[in-house]
């Protein structure tokens, strides 16, 4: 993504290929249009407070903070935070959004607000979720997009020049789904200790 200094940032990660293999967010940031490429390391925890996590998206948030979200090994959607546009990010946490070892995408608004597809349970890839928040932080139910037995994976999200939001994701294995989406008809409900609302 290119930011408002024109820099490109592009959050990425590593998985090693290996039994217990770590899993690794970093990104990447490329002053030059991507002629050269400098790694960003999140902030150090210790061996113990490690989150093992893959496959970040990025928001906007004013006064030039980024969050970053994503899948994680340990039952709930990881975070990230920068303060400076990306240079400097803060050591992962978990929200109280659950994950099951899953892809997640997140994508902001034209208007400022944010949306997050990702699969609203802790084992299984069934339902597929569309969440909404004005803060990144407080997550309400917008949709559920897919409830019935299977595996709903790897979605995409984006909002395209006419407003309008579209969403891909594999379907049971089989093919691709496309959604499109009008994001003022959406409304939200609280979700409250990581229950999605009945």
């Known amino acids: 993504m290119q930011l408002p200094d024109g820099s490109i940032l592009s959050p990425t990660s590593t998985e090693e290929n290996k039994l217990f293999g770590l899993w690794k967010v970093h990104f990447e940031l490329s002053k030059v249009l991507g002629k050269t490429w400098s790694k960003i390391e999140l902030a150090p925890v210790a061996l113990e ?23 994680s090994k340990g039952g709930k959607i990881f975070e990230t935070w920068s303060e400076d546009l990306g240079k400097s990010w803060s050591a992962l946490s978990y929200t109280n959004l659950p994950n099951p070892n899953s892809g997640t995408d997140a994508v902001t608004l034209k208007n400022g607000a944010h949306l997050l597809v990702y699969n609203h349970t802790e084992k299984g890839r069934s339902p597929l979720n569309l969440a909404f928040s004005k803060d990144g ?62």
């Open 49 to 71: 407070k490690t989150i093992q996590a893959i496959q970040p998206s990025i928001l906007f948030h004013d006064n030039n903070k980024l969050q970053a979200l994503g899948r």
């Open 137 to 198: 932080i407080n997550w309400e139910a917008a949709m559920v997009l897919e409830k019935d037995p299977g595996e709903y994976s790897y979605p995409a999200i984006i909002q395209t020049a006419d407003g309008m939001v579209h969403i891909t994701y594999t379907w049971k294995r089989l093919r691709v789904r496309h959604l499109m989406i009008d994001p003022a008809m959406l409304s939200g409900k609280a979700i409250i200790g990581g229950e999605w609302p009945k």
